[in-house]
């Protein structure tokens, strides 16, 4: 069984750049599909993007497009969400879950991990 | 690519059926089957409870259930109970090979 566990809160500045990361267990992590959602306080889950297993491609909402990659460091079973150009909209919970195809459904999440801009 | 519409609450009494829409278009729910739904409860990581329109992960109730018409997919909770108060999401895949979320609705149990 697969099990997400995500890196802890982060509080960062606008304008700067936050990496959340996304450790994987359970054998058969190697062949699921990453994505990445996010959550504002009190408001409706976000899709992000997603991170291919398969060839290392990602794609991205489109009002993600430019400001957020995602990376996997295969050999620890981790993969790493960054977003850059930091505003106070992207105040939020960062959820990553898993799918077996790029299509969904998202079968398993993380814990989420609270990120907090301030000026 | 714009989020599906979901109403922002429905509400029940114990026991009653109640369901949730979730409108879209032909390129997300319309176009695909890869229509699912998540429960989330409040301070947790939601879960998913159907997923390609119609079916049920194992473990999750068979009060839960989906259907889906054009371009408006469906969640119905029957024989509801104090338990399943929570917010529920939809989710679609999209023509763009992107997945997009619904507005969100706040089930309450009267």
């Known amino acids: 069984q697969t099990q997400l566990v995500q890196s802890g809160a982060e509080v960062q500045k606008t304008g700067s750049s936050v990496k959340v990361s996304c450790t994987a267990s359970?054998?058969?992590?190697?062949?699921?599909?990453l994505h990445w959602v996010r959550q504002a306080p009190g408001q409706a889950l976000e899709w992000m993007g997603w991170f291919s297993p398969f060839n290392g491609n990602s794609n991205f909402a489109q009002s993600f497009q430019g400001r957020v990659t995602i990376t996997r460091d295969r050999s620890m079973n981790t993969t790493y969400m960054e977003l850059k150009s930091l505003r106070s909209e992207d105040t939020a919970m960062y959820y990553c879950?898993?799918?077996?195809?790029?299509?969904?459904?998202?079968?398993?999440w993380g814990q989420g991990t609270l990120v907090t801009v301030s000026s | 690519q714009s989020a599906l519409t979901q109403p922002a609450s429905v509400s029940g009494s114990p026991g009653q059926s109640i369901t949730i829409s979730c409108t879209g278009t032909n390129s997300d729910v319309g176009g695909y089957n890869s229509v699912s739904w998540y429960q989330q409860l409040p301070g947790k990581a939601p879960r998913v409870i159907i997923y390609?329109?119609?079916n049920r992960p194992s473990g999750v109730s068979s009060r839960f259930s989906g259907s889906k018409s054009d371009n408006t997919a469906s969640l119905t909770i029957s024989r509801l109970q104090i338990e399943d108060e929570a917010d529920y999401y939809c989710a679609s895949y999209t023509k763009r090979s992107t997945s997009v979320f619904g507005t969100g609705t706040k089930v309450t149990v009267l």
């Open positions: 390609e329109v119609n």
């Open positions: 879950a898993s799918s077996i195809v790029a299509a969904g459904p998202f079968d398993f």
């Open positions: 359970g054998s058969n992590f190697t062949y699921h599909y």
